[in-house]
């Protein structure tokens, strides 16, 4: 059983920037992804870091940056130029996805439950 914690969330301007961080348990064998969901919408595939491979949302290529720090068994998400767009519960996720499903969510054993990124002026 692998365990996420994740932190960093707030609110924030439109063009400011934030840092996620997700804790995980300890195991470094799983791929660690982010994902999104605003009300009333699905779970949207932010960002993953797979065999030191970086992979994105259109709608935030760019502007995120992935990140992993094996050593401390941590994932980072690095949000710069915050649009209002932008706002919604983040989410950490782990699996063992193969590279063609990376961006759905029921390709992920485990998650995290969830950090607040509100951006409004």
């Known amino acids: 059983q692998e365990e996420l914690v994740e932190s960093g969330g707030g609110l924030v301007q439109p063009g400011g920037s934030l840092r996620l961080s997700c804790a995980t348990s300890?195991?470094?064998?799983?791929?660690l992804a982010w994902f999104r969901q605003a009300p009333g919408k699905e779970r949207e595939f932010v960002a993953v870091?797979?065999?030191?491979?970086?992979y994105y949302g259109d709608s935030v290529k760019g502007r995120f940056t992935i990140s992993r720090d094996s050593a401390k068994n941590t994932v980072h998400l690095q949000m710069n130029s915050l649009k209002l767009e932008d706002t919604a519960v983040y989410y950490c996720?782990?699996?063992?996805?193969?590279?063609?499903?990376?961006?759905?969510?029921?390709?992920?054993?485990?998650w995290g439950q969830g950090t607040q990124v509100t951006v409004s002026s």
């Open positions: 996720a782990a699996g063992r996805p193969i590279t063609s499903t990376i961006r759905r969510p029921n390709a992920y054993y485990y």
């Open positions: 300890g195991s470094s064998n799983y791929v």
């Open positions: 870091i797979k065999s030191g491979s970086t």
